[in-house]
């Protein structure tokens, strides 16, 4: 037997949210897959860059094995933003038809559409109906799985839309709002749409050539505090400086902050290509200037890491503050609390639904991140919450997250299942 999956949604590395969603489902796909089969996954990726850091961050013991080949889709699928309208066209046929047929001369039998939250109006606005047909033209022709999402949601003709191409396909929700939208208000088959977690909550595979990171940076478990300002500002305010105005207020704050005053505090960049969070962050470090013992108590890390070293310095801190999702996850997967900055209702079902955390959520929504005052009062009550009730978050933690990464761990057994059945068909 010869499973061949085209991944689709993991063409950048460099976001390391996505990059850990695709390396757990790669490692824990094969985990579950038979002996006596073989496994080709043909990813989408920008570049052979990208296919290098996979190289990179997986298991030599999965790399050596001669069952599994990870190759790199041998054309594009996503659009370039800045594309003329004519050549925009052609990809568009490219996408709907062409696509398709190159899948079937790949010799591919499914399509996985990993999650977090493509599938919403937060980053195309009405465009999404693009991706909602290539969707459906896919599911036309292979089996098509949508793993670990947050999907809508949707306004106007577009949840219409939404229900009709994501008909044929299998869902994997993340969290119980997005089943419930799924089923209630777009009326999914409920065969079909699935209840599970988020495919960051498993171990991340190690590999074998690592170096000790904490080492590395000179971090003391416990001896610092993270922040995660993401350079996606527009997804809060379309005013930069207010963004940056925010953070400032707030990084003043905590290291007056009396209960931390011997904490360092880290800034920590989670994505960097195309968009770079070291480029906000060193725009909120310029506008702090040279105030005295700043220099002392702040810390930088400005290396693109890879999803475990990552991990591992979030779940050494003693707290996060990030307006990156999955910085968040990897440290409270790690049983150390996060403050997560939330823009949309993925922050709703994650952390407030699917983690039963929604004291650690400040919803940034409205006007809140454009007044520095306020926006650094909102999470300094969240921090001294978390000061307050650090035990009992961390006990609750350590009950949840085990839960949360059997149902991940179950969602990518049973996709490995439905594969294997679409074979024997």
């Known amino acids: 037997m010869h499973i061949q999956m085209a991944i689709l949604h993991a063409q950048n590395t460099y976001n390391n949210g996505s990059f850990m969603l695709l390396i757990n489902f790669i490692w824990y796909y094969v985990r579950h897959t038979p002996a006596s089969a073989r ?28 069952r599994v080949a990870i190759r790199r889709l041998p054309f594009a699928i996503t659009s370039a933003d800045h594309a003329s309208p004519l050549k925009k066209a052609f990809k568009l046929y490219d996408k709907y038809y062409r696509h398709p047929r190159l899948f079937r001369a790949l010799g591919i039998d499914a ?15 009405w465009l999404i109906v693009s991706d909602l047909y290539r969707i459906r033209r896919y599911a036309g022709s292979f089996r098509t799985i949508l793993a670990g ?14 229900a009709k191409c994501l008909a044929r396909t299998i869902i994997f929700s993340r969290d119980e709002l997005t089943a419930s939208y799924l089923t209630e208000r777009l009326h999914l088959p409920e065969e079909r749409v699935l209840r599970s977690a988020d495919l960051s909550f498993p171990e991340i595979p190690l590999p074998e050539k690592r170096t000790d990171i904490m080492a590395d940076l000179g971090l003391v478990p416990d001896g610092y505090i993270i922040l995660v300002p993401g350079g996606h500002y527009t997804l809060y305010t379309q005013n930069k400086e207010f963004y940056i105005a925010s953070w400032v207020r707030l990084v003043q704050d905590l290291l007056r902050h009396g209960g931390h005053l011997s904490r360092q505090i880290v800034f920590l960049p989670h994505v960097t290509r195309p968009e770079d969070d070291r480029e906000i962050i060193h725009l909120i470090l310029d506008s702090l200037g040279d105030a005295e013992g700043i220099p002392d108590r702040i810390r930088v890390v400005d290396e693109e890491l890879l999803p475990h070293q990552l991990r591992e310095i979030l779940g050494n801190g003693y707290l996060t503050v990030s307006s990156r999702l999955h910085a968040a996850l990897s440290a409270l997967q790690r049983n150390k609390p996060a403050i997560a900055l939330g823009y949309s209702v993925k922050y709703d079902g994650v952390i407030g639904s699917s983690l039963q955390c929604a004291e650690l959520l400040v919803h940034c929504t409205g006007d ?12 300094l009550r969240k921090i001294n919450h978390v000061d307050q009730h650090y035990r009992q978050i961390t006990a609750h933690l350590a009950v949840r997250i085990p839960e949360l990464q059997v149902m991940a761990e179950d969602q990518i057994r ?12």
């Open 39 to 66: 496994v080709t996954f043909w990813i989408e990726l920008d570049g052979t860059d990208n296919h290098e850091r996979i190289m990179q961050a997986l298991p030599g013991v999965l790399l050596s094995d001669k």
């Open 414 to 425: 049973n996709i490995a299942r439905m594969s294997r059945d679409t074979l024997n068909k």
């Open 149 to 162: 999402q947050t999907i809508g949601p949707f306004q106007g003709f577009r949840e219409k839309m939404a």
């Open 111 to 125: 399509v996985i559409i990993l999650g977090g939250d493509d599938i919403s109006e937060y980053y195309k606005k």
């Open 368 to 379: 809140l991140i454009t007044a520095p005052e306020r926006f650094s009062e909102a999470v």
